[in-house]
């Protein structure tokens, strides 16, 4: 593991960005480089002292690996905006947690994350397939990213009903779009009759 300082007005490399403080206090940026499995990764913690900085990497490593408190880096959509990280949503974290086997969880989740998109999109084809033009896709995807690299927000747009459908900020864009497919499933669920 290796352990990089920012300081700000450094040569840093411009994605990391600068942010004056408003008190004019020598701010830090502390990057923490891991490898895991083969796979490089980078925690950057936010504009803070130089120990501060450091604790805020760590405890956010600590929080991705599973460790650290899960509720740390909850914030609200304008702290997201400024940069804050957001845990995965709350429906999401419960079911990554079971005490079952690491290869049964990992298959159950892929499966079901397949399946519930799978479900939403068979129940808009179902419902629109009148309405929607041959070859047009039911719903259409995209992506919102955040200043974090690796958080995004899902956009679903289903043109039948004229609405897109937003998730909050994941990590990943596996759970990005799975979140707002939920959001898809709960509109539905309220809005459409239920099959007999």
């Known amino acids: 593991?290796?352990?990089?300082?920012?300081?700000?007005?450094?040569?840093?490399?411009?994605?990391?960005?600068?942010?004056?403080?408003?008190?004019?206090?020598?701010e830090v940026r502390a990057l923490l480089l891991v490898c895991l499995d083969g796979v490089p990764h980078r925690f950057a913690g936010a504009?803070?002292?130089?120990?501060?900085?450091?604790?805020?990497?760590?405890?956010?490593?600590?929080?991705?690996?599973?460790?650290?408190?899960?509720?740390?880096?909850?914030?609200?959509?304008?702290?997201?905006?400024?940069?804050?990280?957001?845990?995965?949503?709350?429906?999401?974290?419960?079911?990554?947690?079971?005490?079952?086997?690491?290869?049964?969880?990992?298959?159950?989740k892929a499966v079901e994350e397949k399946t519930i998109l799978m479900q939403v999109q068979n129940a808009l084809q179902k419902t629109f397939s009148k309405d929607t033009p041959a070859g047009e896709k039911v719903w259409v995807w995209s992506y919102e990213p955040s200043n974090d690299p690796q958080l995004f927000r899902a956009v679903a747009e289903v043109p039948a009903l004229g609405?897109?459908?937003?998730?909050?900020?994941?990590?990943g864009k596996k759970l990005a779009q799975r979140n707002a497919c939920l959001a898809v499933k709960a509109f539905l669920d309220a809005h459409l009759p239920a099959e007999s």
């Not at 501060?52 to 880096?73: K, M, N, T, V």
């Not at 609405?163 to 990590?171: E, I, N, Y």
């Open 1 to 26: 593991m290796a352990i990089l300082v920012v300081r700000k007005g450094s040569s840093a490399p411009s994605r990391y960005g600068e942010r004056l403080s408003p008190e004019n206090v020598e």
């Open 163 to 171: 609405r897109r459908f937003q998730g909050d900020w994941c990590r």
């Open 47 to 108: 504009w803070l002292s130089p120990e501060q900085a450091l604790r805020d990497a760590a405890e956010r490593l600590r929080w991705f690996l599973g460790a650290g408190d899960l509720s740390l880096f909850r914030a609200s959509l304008a702290t997201a905006a400024a940069g804050a990280e957001q845990a995965p949503p709350a429906q999401l974290v419960d079911k990554e947690l079971a005490d079952d086997s690491p290869g049964q969880v990992a298959g159950e």
